[in-house]
């Protein structure tokens, strides 16, 4: 049973430091060509001033230096290893850089663009209800305007109103020129509904405080 473990350790980590490499060798290098050049020659120093960079400049010339010295690093080992070894991962990085940036531009930045939207959308919710409620009861502390009721209705909100500006453009081609009229119209609709009962409570109040004035 350790053996089975140790192994798998074993395995896991060595998948995790070929990865790696091949990731360091895909982002260093162009082509398989410029990964199997001979080690270059020492150029001669060039001196000059650092008046002439600005601090952009030279922070981009302390990364190329940094990314340089890694390949020369690499350049060091001989030819050979490097055709047999190092080319078939550089390969690999490129596969894996070129997947990841397909996932990212496909997946994972339309999700993150949804998810920034949708929180924005539910603190700009539950600002502009939590000020029409202060107005409509002064006297109500903020705890309970935010109660735990206040903020899933605002959430439920915001989700239908998201889920709106989702699916409505696949049926309504000119959306996106109306969308923000669109979502402040939906935005009053959710706020109307997570206000009503606030406005039902401050009515009956003002009709029973009136019944009472006539008595008297």
């Known amino acids: 049973m350790k053996e089975n473990n140790t192994r798998k350790k074993v395995g896991i980590g060595l998948l995790a430091s070929l990865t790696s490499i091949s990731l360091l060798l895909g982002s260093l290098f162009d082509s398989a060509q410029e990964l199997k050049k001979e080690y270059p020659k020492t150029s001669k120093a060039v001196i000059e001033s ?15 230096d940094f990314k340089q010295k890694i390949k020369n690093l ?34 994972i930045a339309p999700i993150l663009h949804l998810l920034l939207s949708f929180v924005v959308q539910t603190l700009i919710l539950l600002l502009v209800i939590g000020i029409c409620i202060k107005i409509f009861f002064p006297d109500l502390p ?7 009721k206040t903020i899933i209705a605002v959430i439920i909100g915001s989700l239908f109103m998201s889920l ?26 959710a706020g109307a509904i997570i206000l009503k009962p606030f406005i039902k ?11 009472v004035c006539d008595d008297i």
């Open 201 to 211: 409570k401050k009515l009956e109040h003002h009709v029973s405080y009136e019944i």
């Open 74 to 107: 690499i350049y060091r080992i001989p030819v050979k290893i490097r055709t047999v070894f190092f080319v078939p991962l550089w390969g690999l990085g490129n596969v894996l850089i070129y997947l990841f940036n397909l996932t990212f531009q496909t997946l």
């Open 142 to 148: 903020w705890s309970k305007i935010f109660s735990k």
């Open 50 to 64: 650092i008046d002439d960079y600005s601090k952009d400049d030279l922070e981009e010339n302390e990364k190329a």
């Open 164 to 189: 709106c500006d989702f699916i409505i453009p696949y049926f309504w081609k000119d959306y996106t020129f109306y969308r923000n009229l669109a979502r402040f119209i939906l935005g009053l609709i």
